[in-house]
């Protein structure tokens, strides 16, 4: 097993994982690091092991972190101990017990994408918030999604807001990123039923005619969908506003409306 | 018209409006801070207009303003003109088009919760999010529920991030706080039913028998609902969860929830 410990802070490996915590750098090297035993155990879990496994030396010991050495051994991956200030300043949180691992971004093309292999698909365009994209991811997950594509320019995915919000799911749902250009051609190349919660031209999104596969559309947080891409749609579902706004928070929309849309398909 | 100008940094003034944005500043002045035109544009007309007024000198002219101007003078508060340097410290954004106002916090007990207003009302125990809490507040306005019951140890409805994830729903919503062994007997105390999303010994949400006043219980990000708490639940219900997690994020699920609920009310 690779075992190191690091005892310095400008040690380059440390400046290289506390490096990830930017975009710029993630994009550069190609990876992202995730955080927390839950986190790392459900990426074990889903045949997904770091290439680097990071603690504090001295840690307590835990059956699970066992495990996540024996796979990352298993698998010829580093794991590096190091003190607890040093930890910190990788992580950003001052718990001991931290522990952190890095892994390869995966490929976030659309032809990652198998649209064949879930019957509901979320898409987000210009989602911006991270912790609202990992929530998607999440509630892709629990609706039994195949994935997230992510529309123009979104946050980053792999985020350590977006991985945390997505409580694993980063590791289970397909994430895809591309223009709507890129996009829309992609969708009418085969089959899916492309709908948007939307105030335009709209029909109640309970008892609406769903059809699988379905991709379930959401808009930035603040402008919502562009016109023309609503346009583009097979379907505008609104749903009740009963208060004096008009729009829900993006996240909760498309879980919503994804519910609805799961109970539409299996009933 | 109280207007004034500040220009120096070490204002009381400038101190105190950027105290704000710390939760023991705002619990001891009774105040907090809502930042935004549009947010104080919805505050406004709920009725709620602000004490104090900040915005930097030589602004745009918006029709929104000048109302915001009027409201305020009218209701014989101050408006402070101010640098963009000193806009920026007290907002913490570098927007010289913003705009932020003061308002007293609101009364958060029970005795303020006239259950007989509304047929939904979202209870949250330990929501430490306060994004999420923000959320369920603009949730709870889309589904015309009547507030949002904060249980136990929570986030700050008036934290600055709370504010701005209601989306003005902060103005609308009725917020309360109480332990849960004030909860119980006052919700006993009078028609209620409580429903929490739950894994145990819990039916289907779609279709459970729900009745006005519904109160919509969901619990801690990481920890859920204790098991006494639920326990206490008059119907226990559990959403489809597909993938390998086994829950939703809070104000996700609170959402979820409460739309079935609205939609079974109104059926």
């Not at 895809?176 to 031209?201: H, I, K, M, N, T």
Request: net charge negative; with cysteine.
């Amino acid at each position: 097993m690779m075992r190191r410990e690091i005892t310095g802070f400008s040690n380059p490996t440390v400046k290289f994982l506390r490096s990830l915590r930017e975009k710029k750098h993630r994009k550069a090297a190609g990876k992202f690091m995730a955080e927390g035993l839950r986190l790392l155990t459900d990426a074990r879990e889903s045949g997904h092991v770091p290439e680097t496994l990071v603690m504090a030396s001295g840690r307590d010991p835990h059956p699970l972190i066992d495990a996540l050495e024996d796979a990352v051994s298993a698998a010829g991956g580093e794991i590096i101990e190091t003190s607890p200030d040093i930890l910190e300043k990788i992580t950003g949180k001052s718990n001991p017990q931290a522990v952190a691992g890095v892994f390869d971004e995966f490929d976030t093309s659309l032809s990652a994408v198998d649209r064949t292999s879930a019957k509901i698909w979320l898409v987000a365009q210009e989602l911006r918030d991270p912790g609202n994209l990992g929530t998607m991811l999440r509630t892709g997950d629990a609706v039994g999604a195949g994935g997230l594509i992510l529309i123009d320019d979104c946050a980053d995915p792999f985020s350590v807001e977006a991985v945390r919000a997505s409580m694993g799911a980063i590791f289970t749902q397909t994430v895809a990123r591309a223009r709507w250009d890129e996009f829309l051609p992609w969708l009418r190349g085969g089959q899916g039923q492309l709908v948007a919660a939307s105030l335009r031209d709209a029909v109640p999104y309970r008892g609406a005619p769903y059809s699988a596969p379905c991709f379930v559309l959401v808009g930035n947080e603040s402008q919502g969908l562009p016109e023309a891409y609503e346009a583009a749609c097979d379907l505008r579902v609104t749903m009740p506003m009963r208060g004096r706004a008009d729009s829900l928070n993006a996240a909760v929309a498309g879980a919503v409306l994804a519910y609805e849309v799961l109970e539409t398909l299996e009933a």
